[in-house]
């Protein structure tokens, strides 16, 4: 954690994650016994988190839902039937390494495999994330793929997370990318400012006030006690430099299957300037399926906070089909049960 004189730069912060599960279990004085399963698991899928996310969490509580986010579990390493490695076919749709182009005008560029956090549920638990990584070297075939292509108008910056590289890099990219006039928006899929707010920094800030296509940042945030105060005062940060501001959230068992969670999760991002956007049925990963919340139970989740909320702050209910040309929307929240 900081000390009083040096200053915790999010550099410091993400090279100080926890990724030993014996110090993450001693942090949060929890249960010993749970070591050895989350070694195991962690030998598939290392566990990382920064400090600043463990300081939301209970101690003593294994149930907490953010430490339910992050834990490695024994439950990893079971093989469930219909859970996958490339749960989405994602080796089919990459034309140039990291660059995915599976939907109409918007494509996924992947500037770093890294991220802050890794999230037990994702699935990107198995991408190959060394071979897809161009680093600065690879992104001529990337502007090469995206000028040959007029009808791409988004480039989506995603993950990894885009925010774990330097403002210099992110900088590069961006003049670059608006050189190419029928590229009008730059989105940034996130986590960051959610699970390491330090990274909200004045150049940060700049960056994004001056960039040239209309921006929109998509953090990522599943569970209202995420939104601590340094979390907050970033995202309010972030909505003064004009960008548009959205959150998508996964369904998760025991972390936010519950209308009371995912409304005070709305309300808690709405008073940051933050609009839900998607909310994702989980990604069928192999590892992930103790998350797994059935449909039934989600239409319902969502036909509950569809009737307490105003529309705005009601996510759409969303689900990623292997080969499918967009998201596919499960449930417009209408009631008709
Ligand atoms: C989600 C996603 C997008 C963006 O989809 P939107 O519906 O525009 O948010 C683009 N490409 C891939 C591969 C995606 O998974
Ligand atoms: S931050 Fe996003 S990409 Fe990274 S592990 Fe979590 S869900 Fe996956």
Same mark, same amino acid.
């Given at each position: 954690m900081p000390g009083l004189t040096e200053k915790y730069t999010w550099q410091k912060a993400l090279s100080d994650l926890v990724t030993d599960p014996r110090e993450l279990l001693e942090l949060l004085d929890l249960d010993p016994g749970l070591l050895d399963a989350a070694k195991a698991a962690a030998r598939v899928f290392p566990l990382k988190v920064p400090r600043g996310f463990l300081a939301r969490i209970r101690k003593g509580?294994? &149930? =907490?839902p953010l430490l339910l986010q992050i834990l490695p579990l024994g439950a990893e390493l079971q093989e469930t039937e219909g859970f996958d490695r490339d749960p989405l076919g994602e080796a089919a749709v990459?034309? !140039?390494?990291g660059l995915l182009h599976k939907y109409h005008g918007r494509v996924l560029v992947t /500037? @770093? +495999? $890294?991220? $802050? !956090? &890794?999230? #037990?549920?994702? *699935? #990107? #638990?198995? *991408?190959p994330y060394e071979e897809n990584n161009p680093g600065s070297m690879g992104w001529e075939s990337i502007f090469a793929y995206i000028r040959q292509n007029p009808a791409i108008s988004e480039v989506i910056l995603s +993950? +990894? =997370?885009? /925010? $774990? !590289?330097n403002d210099r890099l992110l900088q590069r990219f961006s003049d670059q990318l608006s050189g190419i006039p029928h590229v009008i928006r730059l989105r940034i899929h996130t986590r960051l400012p959610i699970v /390491?707010?330090? #990274?909200? @920094?004045p150049e940060l800030l700049a960056w994004l006030t001056n960039v040239k296509m209309k921006a929109i940042v998509v953090v990522h945030a599943n569970h209202p006690h995420e939104i601590s105060p340094d979390v907050k005062e970033g995202l309010n940060l972030l909505r003064f430099t004009g960008v548009t501001l959205l959150n998508q959230t996964v369904l998760l068992k025991g972390v936010n299957d519950s209308a009371r969670v995912l409304s005070d999760l709305s309300e808690a991002l709405f008073a940051c300037g933050v609009l839900p956007y998607y909310l994702h049925r989980l990604d069928k990963v192999r590892g992930a399926a103790h998350f797994d919340v059935p449909p039934e139970t989600a239409n319902a989740l969502h036909a509950e906070i569809s009737r307490e909320l105003p529309g705005y702050l009601v996510p759409r209910l969303v689900c990623e089909e292997a080969g499918a040309g967009s998201k596919t929307v499960l449930s417009t929240g209408l009631y008709t049960g």
């Open positions: 509580d294994p &149930h =907490d990459n034309p !140039v390494p /500037l @770093t +495999g $890294a991220c $802050a !956090v &890794h999230c #037990r549920y994702c *699935f #990107r #638990r198995y *991408f +993950g +990894g =997370d885009p /925010l $774990a !590289v /390491l707010p330090e #990274r909200i @920094t």
